[in-house]
């Protein structure tokens, strides 16, 4: 059987201009992922630079079982365990990730409010019924009002979410009843988008939380206080601004470029 030939992508275009980027000297991910390699004990979590004390390095033995002995040594000059710092790294890590996607959805709320105001020309509330639906879900007064008056309402309660204290996310309750019983049941409910990122930056500091479980818990919160908080919001808010999406006959890929003409992508 002939050898299947390995490939960079699998995707044609790319596949072309990957070749052009070669021919024209131009160093591309794909070349840096051929040739940086991944350091062994980051790569599994095990150093830990969280305080001027580092950076300690927690690896596996080399070539033979982890003893008892071994493991009692695997610790941080604070007393962190190898299962320690690899939870701070990880949750630092969904820290960062979450902070990036809430941010847009921040970003998307403070548009809303200026186009709500009138103060942002060239933006409009284009789907209306959307914009009813999520005045539902959070709780705002329709009535006889305008829509620009429900709209602000809807950018400051959104905004709202992201310094929020205490409580839990309004938009927990659009998921299904058992997954917010099992959220709070875990004590994994998001009180606020911003609080439970920056809870995560305090806890995985030096001498805060040492419990790699109650570590990873506090990752699972702020999470959630993403994908059920900042970044839905950002979807929903958008969704009014620009139209819900649906499924429409369109061109893709890097072939949409027209040489010829300024491509803002
Ligand atoms: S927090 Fe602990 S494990 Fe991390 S660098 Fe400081 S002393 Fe080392």
């Known amino acids: 059987m002939a050898e ?44 830990c630079k969280h305080c001027g004390m580092g950076p300690c390095r927690v690896p596996l033995p080399k070539g033979r079982e982890e003893t008892p002995e071994d493991k009692q040594k695997r610790r941080g000059v604070c007393g962190a365990t ?8 990880f949750i630092r890590m969904v820290a960062g990730g979450a902070a990036a996607h809430s941010d847009h959805g921040r970003g998307v709320a403070e548009l ?7 103060g942002a020309p060239g933006y409009e509330i284009k789907d209306e019924q959307k914009l009813l639906q999520v005045a539902l879900d959070l709780g705002v007064e329709i009535g006889e009002r305008s829509n620009n008056e429900i709209a602000a309402d809807i950018g400051r309660i959104a905004l709202g979410e992201y310094g929020k204290q205490e409580g839990e996310l309004l938009t927990l309750r659009k998921a299904p009843l058992k997954r917010q019983e099992l ?14 990122i920056v809870e995560i930056m305090h806890r995985t500091h030096i001498g805060v939380d040492q419990d ?25 808010l958008q969704d009014i601004l620009f139209g819900t999406p649906a499924p429409v006959l369109g061109q893709a890929n890097l072939g949409v470029l027209e040489k010829d003409e300024v491509n803002i992508i």
């Open 212 to 236: 790699y479980k109650s570590l990873l818990k506090q990752g699972v919160r702020a999470a959630i206080g993403d994908g059920w908080g900042g970044s839905m919001l950002a979807t929903e």
């Open 112 to 118: 809303f409010l200026e186009v709500a105001r009138g």
């Open 183 to 196: 959220w709070r049941k875990l004590g994994v409910a998001p009180r606020g988008i911003d609080r439970e």
């Open 82 to 89: 190898a299962e320690t710092i690899a939870a701070r790294n």
């Open 4 to 47: 299947e030939k390995e490939t960079k992508s699998i995707d044609q275009g790319t596949l072309e201009l990957i070749e052009k980027a070669a021919k024209d000297g131009v160093n591309t991910t794909f070349d840096r992922a051929d040739t940086v390699k991944a350091c062994p004990i980051g790569s599994v979590g095990s150093c």
